[in-house]
């Protein structure tokens, strides 16, 4: 029996397990990625996954970190990779420095220190870009992008061995293209993404949004956090083809947080908006 029962949804070929309560926990994985936003306590299923994209220190998003790594290690597993804040490396090799100790057994890790505009490869096409988000000291969130090769428009006529042969004469026939798969904004408050264009035309959007009722703003600000209302504004502005909402508040029943996202979003956004959380999901 895993230790968590975490929500699946399913886009494509992509799957998307993960749970997410603000406060409390949030943890979100692509498997066929390779990638876990955040990591919660450290849910069985996310384990094997290679790469932890660590948004921030706070406890419901890093509480498990360490016990992914030794877990890691107990499995038999290489040493886990997570990227973090840079401003977290040091908090983060002390306890596991710490946990090495108190367990008696070295816990190997491979913690990468991040910053706005930095770069991680992920697979062998794959990559990670990290921006800044508004939530704590050094908070960011991640963009998981493929890169492919498109064919010169020049070239789009020829056949397979007229290409071959340009090849050979070592002419460069593609231009590189970047694909954003899937972006995390991890906790954040409102901030004008519709500037980032791999932001915008990420297929998926993984975004906070955790209070939804109007007395909340304040504690939206207080907490910076997004509120219902200007997660409406910003995704208004995205291309985004499919949008999951995470970190939901539990100050607000699921069956209204489903009621005022249908009031605040406008039916062709609201049609691509799925709530982690929401109860079809957790099965
Ligand atoms: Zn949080
Ligand atoms: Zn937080």
Redesign the pocket.
């Given at each position: 029996m895993p230790s968590h029962n975490l929500s699946r949804i399913q886009i494509d070929d992509l799957d998307v397990i993960g749970y997410s309560v603000a406060g409390e926990e949030t943890v979100i994985a692509l498997p066929q990625l390779d990638v876990c936003f955040d990591v919660g306590k450290a849910p069985d299923q996310i384990i094997s996954i290679n790469h932890v994209l660590l948004t921030?220190g706070?406890m419901?998003?890093a509480a498990g970190f360490a016990y992914y790594l030794s877990q890691r290690k107990f499995c038999g597993l290489p040493a886990g990779t997570i990227l973090a804040p840079a401003n977290c490396i040091k908090p983060m090799e002390e306890i596991v420095d710490a946990w090495g100790r108190l367990d008696g057994n070295r816990i190997p890790a491979n913690l990468v220190g991040v910053k706005p505009g930095d770069e991680h490869p992920i697979k062998p096409n794959l990559f990670a870009r990290v921006f800044p988000t508004k939530?704590?000291a050094g908070?960011v969130g991640f963009t998981v992008i493929e890169r492919r090769k498109k064919l010169k428009a020049e070239y789009a006529g020829l056949n397979g061995p007229q290409l071959v042969e340009l090849k050979k004469q070592g002419i460069q026939i593609d231009n590189p293209l970047e694909v954003p798969i899937v972006t995390y904004f991890?906790?954040t408050q409102y901030v004008d993404f519709a500037q980032l264009d791999y932001v915008v035309k990420s297929k998926i959007l993984i975004a906070e949004c955790t209070f939804y009722e109007d007395e909340h703003t304040g504690r939206a600000n207080a907490?910076?956090h997004m509120h219902v209302d200007e997660f409406a504004s910003l995704v208004e502005r995205l291309e985004n083809e499919r949008i999951i909402i995470a970190h939901t508040t539990q100050r607000t029943p699921m069956h209204e947080v489903r009621k005022m996202l249908k009031k605040a979003l406008p039916s062709d956004i609201h049609d691509k908006v799925m709530i982690l959380m929401d109860r079809k999901y957790r099965k």
């Open positions: 921030h706070h419901d998003h939530h704590s908070s991890g906790d907490g910076r």
